[in-house]
């Protein structure tokens, strides 16, 4: 195992990496507390799981998911696992790590590959603060004038789906995820990786009670779409309006039929038949698309 690297240029510490959860102490920064280090399977991995929402820290892993955080909000960095190869790369992160007092470890493959719970961690690891979810009327408030677009996700659960849906919302230019008040959906290492950096570009909001989130939307001009396998109108041929939220259902169950009647409009993706539908994440890119070309039209 590499020797790790502090800010400074010091020795300080051993060479042994800490396992995860078990970290060492690092400049300016009291010892975390110790959990667990056993990583279970990635989709069902604690680091994966809704319940992170209330922890301050996330462990991101992929060099997108970490740039766009080093460069959007650097301060949320708190600690950084890299291997020896990536150090040319990193060389701003490195150095600006240096100058903050952040902690950062040169570790082996296999290390970096167990702090992740991840093979695809792409050389880097990285520990970051959390962004709180917005509010709604937050997000409404800020919300600049023209043409908007939203994503409603009722139970969409799969870190990798999410991580899909949040990078085809920051390429297409969508606001923001709204994710109802009692959603467990949080953002996750797999789903930062999978978003390669559209995290950072979309804001969670969490929204009250239904009534009046649906309220609080109409009120700014938004109106809801349902997006259904059946019954829906055809999202080629329908009138987009410019100021639109799109409401998607869990992989598999759907959304609330209650929620889908409240909505204004119900959209459907026409296809050959040959398959029901399409999963959630590939539904979205192509709702986001026909919103995009319909808002710049």
Known sequence: MTKPRWPGGGGRGG??????????????????AATSAAPAPRDAAPQDGPELEDRRELRLYGRNAVDAVFARRPEAIRKVY?????????QPLLKWCAANRVGYRVVAEDDLRRLAASAHHEGIVADVLRETPLSLGAWLQALPDGP?????????????????????????GAGAVLLPKGSPLALSGAAARVA??????????????????LAQLRSA??????????????????????????????????MDPALASACDLRLGIPGSGAVESLNVAAATAVLLAAWRQTASS
């Open 15 to 32: 060479s042994r990496v800490p396992a995860p959860g078990r970290d060492a102490p690092w400049p300016g920064r009291a010892r975390p």
């Open 82 to 90: 890299l291997l020896e190869a990536r150090i040319p790369q990193l």
């Open 148 to 172: 908007q677009c939203a994503l409603w996700l009722d139970g969409v659960g799969n870190p990798h789906n999410l991580g899909a849906i949040l990078r085809s919302a920051a390429h297409f």
């Open 196 to 213: 390669e950096g559209g995290a950072e570009a979309v804001p969670f909001v969490r929204l009250g009670r239904e009534d009046n989130a």
């Open 221 to 254: 001009g938004f109106q809801l779409a349902a997006t259904v396998v059946r019954g829906g109108d055809d999202l080629f041929a329908a009138r987009l309006p410019g100021r639109l939220v799109y409401v998607l259902g869990a992989e598999g169950e759907g």
